[in-house]
């Protein structure tokens, strides 16, 4: 439990800096075979989140952790309904300029549930499920997000 919250801290940590840094970069090179694999798995790798969060052990009722249970069992729906809608999308041969919009609602819910995460206590096969999630978007952020390229060193 507490390995699981450092991870989530340390990754929050990691985008914190990333979003900091004010030098100029640009997006990888557009992959749309690539992008669309990677999709592809994060839509499945979210639904294995939901799927988790699900099957976790809620909180007692009253001690505040029900209540982050309720929203994180939601964030989870949600970035399940996201992922398969970019994945969908660029299946379809959708590129980066008609596919961005859903990777920045995405990211957003990724953001939010990583946010809820770190208040939840989560079991380690649930935060074994986030961090599938969280490379997988690790991955697939360069194609969208100049920042994520810094971090890489590219």
């Not at 970069?25 to 999709?39: G, S």
């Not at 919009?101 to 819910?109: G, M």
């Amino acid at each position: 439990m507490i390995l699981a919250r450092k991870l989530l801290i340390g990754f929050a940590a990691t985008s914190a800096v990333v979003l900091a840094t004010a030098a100029a970069a640009e997006l990888a090179t557009w992959d749309q075979a690539r992008v669309t694999a990677i999709a592809k798995q994060l839509a499945d790798a979210s639904d294995a989140w939901e799927l988790a969060v699900r099957e976790q052990p809620g909180g007692e009722i009253g001690s505040g952790d029900a209540e982050d249970q309720f929203g994180i069992v939601n964030k989870a729906r949600v970035l399940s309904e996201q992922a398969h809608a970019l994945a969908d999308h660029l299946a379809k041969g959708e590129g980066h300029d008609k596919t961005r919009n859903y990777y920045r609602d995405l990211k957003e819910v990724v953001d939010d549930t990583e946010e809820l995460a770190q208040r939840s206590e989560l079991d380690e096969p649930t935060m074994g499920a986030w961090a599938k999630v969280a490379d997988l978007q690790r991955q697939i952020a360069p194609y969208y997000d100049a920042k994520a390229n810094e971090e890489k060193g590219q």
